[in-house]
């Protein structure tokens, strides 16, 4: 296994139902760690780079403006296979399929108004941090019940 960083984000709702803080526990609860967070308005420009490779397709523009509709929580995430593990925590993509348990399993009940994104690749991981974080804002620190976990 190795060490990656991810990224995620909680989508417009999230604050304003308060489960911002119940999503995040998700992450931590499996050994997880935030190396970087925070909550911002994303503008129409970062939205279009964000979802640059859905350009073209009939959900664009709905994602553009749901995901400028309001504030965001933006993260980095760190662990072994932090990939493929917060992709797994999250659930499926529909929300019709996405299970119990899981995080849109449990809080969307639309496709298109689904409460979290996260990378779907290393690639995606790395183009994904740099267009939401600056490297002084990622802070690396040292998890001492890293071996529990």
């Known amino acids: 296994m190795g060490v990656q960083r991810t990224f995620a984000m909680l989508k417009p709702g999230v ?11 998700r992450f ?3 050994g997880l760690k935030i190396v970087g967070l925070k909550i ?16 073209g397709k009939s959900f664009y523009y709905s994602l553009i403006e749901y995901i400028t509709s309001g504030p965001v929580v933006a993260m980095v995430i760190e662990g072994d296979e932090a990939v493929m593990l917060v992709r797994r925590l999250c659930g499926a993509t529909c ?5 119990p348990g ?17 990378s779907d690749s290393p690639e ?21 019940n890293q071996h529990w976990f």
Not at 42 to 55: F, V
Not at 111 to 116: G, H, M, R, S
């Open 15 to 25: 604050l304003q139902r308060r489960i911002a803080g119940e999503i995040i526990n």
């Open 28 to 30: 931590e609860k499996k």
């Open 40 to 55: 911002m308005n994303i503008s129409e420009d970062l939205a279009k780079k964000h979802y640059c490779e859905h350009e």
């Open 95 to 99: 929300v019709d399929d996405s299970m």
């Open 102 to 118: 899981t995080i849109r399993g449990d809080y969307s009940a639309h496709t298109p108004k689904n409460v979290i994104h996260s």
């Open 124 to 144: 995606s991981a790395e183009r994904e941090i740099s267009l939401f974080f600056n490297e002084d804002e990622i802070i690396a620190w040292t998890d001492d």
